[in-house]
């Protein structure tokens, strides 16, 4: 009862007092969000209005001629495409091997359960720069560098952090639900595809938006395993093209719009499942 009363003093707080509640919250969306503020602002400036004194965060004459400049100095088409490639295989890879690992390990009785999800925890303490060099070699000695295969294949191979957290979520799921599907003669993967895979769809989408943003952002793992122009991404297009173009901060700055979009908007597509997922991992 003095849990449910301080619920009810909660919600018949002024409003005044809800309001400053949502300042800090407010506050922190601000400054998260100025760098990218000022990148549009940016792409959309002149010259002379990117490097006026004092600055100016809004342009005083909105110009699309940077947009036009960054498609003529870099081919973005083709970054473009590299990409997708790369990270639509990424998401596939970990649709496919993530929530059949994460099942193995939270609704299948076997002997090397526990001691496989203490590996995948292992896994995700290791820095990525201590085993950088030892993946590099494996990858050269099967003459793979300078292909997109070291970008795709370890996606389906599973990613630890992506496995744990469809794991914690498929605990939840019921029991009962798969016993019954075995009592009625359904094969386990029947039971997977049929009734786990459909409950387990906010988790997923959210780990395959956690993916596409990795792919889609990489830049560590391009740099070292593409040497070929025509097979960059756009992280390291735009890389090249600033080492090109030392002072155009307007076609990079609308580049860099362009390179932020597609990700943004996958976020925004699927929000719902996002923090439907998170929250659920989370809590449980």
């Known amino acids: 009862m003095a849990l449910a009363d301080q619920i009810v003093r909660r919600r018949r707080a002024p409003r005044w007092v809800r309001g400053w509640r949502i300042i800090p919250v407010i506050g922190l969306v601000l400054v998260f969000s100025f760098p990218f503020f000022v990148m549009l602002s940016t792409a959309f400036k002149e010259t002379g209005d990117i490097f006026s004194a004092p600055p100016t965060l809004l342009p005083t004459t909105w110009t699309l001629d940077n947009f036009v400049a960054a498609f003529d100095q870099i081919p973005f088409w083709r970054y473009l495409a590299n990409t997708l490639f790369v990270s639509g295989l990424s998401v596939l890879g970990t649709i496919l091997s993530c929530p059949l690992v994460a099942y193995a390990l939270a609704k299948i009785r076997w002997p090397g359960a526990r001691p496989l999800l203490m590996i ?58 798969i016993e019954a599907a075995r009592i009625d003669g359904a094969s386990e ?96």
């Open 120 to 177: 995948v925890l292992l896994t995700m303490m290791l820095p990525p720069q201590v085993t950088m060099i030892p993946i590099f070699l494996i990858w050269n000695g099967l003459g793979a560098v300078g292909t997109y295969l070291p970008l795709v294949v370890p996606a389906f191979l599973g990613t630890p952090f992506l496995i744990f957290m469809i794991r914690q979520f498929l605990v939840s799921v019921p029991g009962e639900l």
């Open 189 to 284: 993967f029947r039971t997977y595809w049929s009734i786990v895979l459909p409950i387990a769809r906010p988790a997923i989408v959210t780990a395959a938006v956690f993916q596409f943003v990795w792919s889609w952002t990489d830049f560590l793992n391009p740099l070292i395993y593409l040497g070929n122009p025509e097979q960059y991404t756009l992280s390291i297009g735009l890389y090249a093209f600033f080492g090109e173009n030392d002072v155009a901060w307007g076609p990079l700055m609308a580049a860099c719009v362009l390179f932020t979009l597609p990700a943004l908007f996958l976020f925004l597509l699927g929000q719902r499942f996002f923090i439907g997922g998170i929250s659920t991992g989370a809590l449980k």
